[in-house]
T-cell receptor, first 115, second 113 residues
C-alpha cells in the first residue's frame, strides 16, 4: 500500500527562522518518486521538487533544501531564513510505476511565517 | 502562456442539481486528473485520463462523472448522487508516467446549498 504521512498539521515560525517540514512514506515498490508541492492561499498547487528512489543526494535550491533518507522512509523539506511569502500549505506526494500514475498525497502542513 | 484553466473560481448550486466543472489545458499533456480537497485533508483522486476517450476511476469516483473528448479538455460533472459535494476541486495535467510532475489549475470551490 502507498501512504504518505505529514504529521505536522500546522507550524508557525517567526520570520527568518529555519523550519523543517516532515514527510514519511510507505511503499513496497523499489522504484518510486517523491514530490513536494506548495499551495499558497490562492489555491493552486505549485511543484517544488521531484526525487526518485535511486537518488539519495540532498538538494538545495536557494533557501529550500530537501533531505531524502531511504533508511527512515523520509523526505523532509527545510526552509532556511523563512519569509512571509513562504506561508502556505505544503504537500508531500508519492507515486510509482505500480500506482497507475496515481499520486498519493499527504494531508499537508500549513506553515505560517509571522513577520 | 501555457497552463491549466478552471472555471469558475467559485460555484454555488442547489442540492439535487448536477453541476459541471471546466478544466482546459494548453500544455499538450496527454494525462489529466481531477482531485477533491477538503479542509485538513490531502488531495484525493476522483478520476484520471491517460489519453483521449479513455479514463479511469480514482479513489472517490462515486457521484462523479467525466468525459475526455478532446486532449485539452477534461470536464467533471458532480451529480446529485454525490452525498457531500461541497469542496475544493483541482484539475491537473501531466506527461504520462509516474515520474512526471503534475501541473495544477487554480481550482474551483463548489458550495452546494
Amino acid at each position: 500500500a502507498q501512504k504518505v504521512t505529514q504529521a505536522q498539521t500546522e507550524i508557525s515560525v517567526v520570520e527568518k527562522e529555519d523550519v523543517t517540514l516532515d514527510c514519511v512514506y510507505e511503499t513496497r515498490d523499489t522504484t518510486y518518486y517523491l514530490f513536494w508541492y506548495k499551495q499558497p492561499p490562492s489555491g493552486e498547487l505549485v511543484f517544488l521538487i521531484r526525487r526518485n528512489s535511486f537518488d539519495e543526494q540532498n538538494e538545495i535550491s536557494g533557501r529550500y533544501s530537501w533531505n531524502f533518507q531511504k533508511s527512515t522512509s523520509s523526505f523532509n523539506f527545510t526552509i532556511t531564513a523563512s519569509q512571509v511569502v513562504d506561508s502556505a500549505v505544503y504537500f508531500c506526494a508519492l507515486s510509482g510505476p505500480n500506482t497507475g500514475n496515481q499520486f498519493y498525497f499527504g494531508t499537508g502542513t500549513s506553515l505560517t511565517v509571522i513577520p | 502562456d501555457g497552463g491549466i484553466t478552471q472555471s469558475p473560481k467559485y460555484l454555488f448550486r442547489k442540492e439535487g442539481q448536477n453541476v459541471t466543472l471546466s478544466c482546459e489545458q494548453n500544455l499538450n499533456h496527454d494525462a489529466m486528473y481531477w482531485y477533491r480537497q477538503d479542509p485538513g485533508q490531502g488531495l484525493r483522486l476522483i478520476y484520471y485520463s491517460q489519453i483521449v476517450n479513455d479514463f479511469q476511476k480514482g479513489d472517490i469516483a462515486e457521484g462523479y462523472s467525466v468525459s475526455r473528448e478532446k486532449k485539452e479538455s477534461f470536464p467533471l460533472t458532480v451529480t446529485s448522487a454525490q452525498k457531500n459535494p461541497t469542496a475544493f476541486y483541482l484539475c491537473a495535467s501531466s506527461v504520462p508516467g509516474s515520474h512526471n510532475e503534475q501541473f495544477f489549475g487554480p481550482g474551483t470551490r463548489l458550495t452546494v446549498l
